[in-house]
């Protein structure tokens, strides 16, 4: 039975695809079609740019590309042009000023380090009958020394802030009138004002209190601000370390960006007054015994520029 079925479909087959067959012409039609469709494929596929390969590392990328998906290419302006226009916006310093011994000449020569291991606390925007005395009790209860840098209306309308601070034997600094983050885009004239009625507040309380540094709200420094500072005596004071604290970020956060960036020689930004402060008052409780178990806490000298 299997060989004559064998047989029956084998003539079955020849029947239909006899010459004249209808069906023999359904079976060419078919394979021409088949034929067709294979070709409009391979010329379809062609027509397709080859997909990005997939690096070990996920990253997708050509071979012959100049970056990966996962880097944005190189910026044609370099690093002097593009973003010199935020530092004014933004007291964080760049890579460069952490360095060390690379001069970033949106700062104008303005000391970013302290020359050697010791490490330089500042306190910016007082004083605040609030927090101050907070500040200071804190650094008076860890005999550490800091440098405070004030603002003329404040240090005005607190004089006894201002005596004592200098009693416990802190650095004073010039920080502007009211903390005017455009003063160094104003006139030498009006610069040159600025900086010397904030003196007359600070010594109308301490008349023999030495103020040989200045710092730029904002760190927003011009040319003009540096020269007025250095014609009055002053040093331009910037830092390295940032914890931010002036938005508020909370202790534990200004604590644990000090104490993860700090090194020998940085000069650490930090605020008194402003604003809501109490989260970094409390983060100097944390910050002071490991500071002072790791470095030499330094206030900044008064007897050199």
Known sequence: MATGGGLWRTDRLRALLRPGSTARAAVVAAVVAVALLSSAYALGRSLIPDRPRHSATGATGQLDGSHYADQPPADPTGPEQAGQEGRSASPSPTASDRAGDAVDETLFGAHVRTGDDRVALTFDDGPDPRYTPQVLAAL??????????????????????????????HTLCNHSWNHDVT????????????????????????????IVWYRQPGGAWTYPVVSAARALGMAPLHWDVDPSDWEAPGARKIASTVLSQVGPGSIV?????????????????????????RFELEALPTDTT
């Open 140 to 169: 008076r209860s860890h005999g550490v020394r800091a440098t405070f840098c004030v603002v003329g209306e404040m240090a005005q309308s607190h004089p006894d802030l201002i005596q004592a601070i200098v009693a416990d034997g």
């Open 183 to 210: 003063l160094g885009k104003r006139s030498p004239d009006q610069i040159r004002a600025d900086l010397i009625r904030t003196n007359q507040a600070i010594r109308a309380a301490v008349p023999d209190a030495p």
């Open 269 to 293: 930004l930090m605020h008194d007054a402003g604003g809501d402060r109490q989260g970094t008052v409390d983060a100097l409780w944390q910050i002071l015994p490991q500071l002072a178990a």
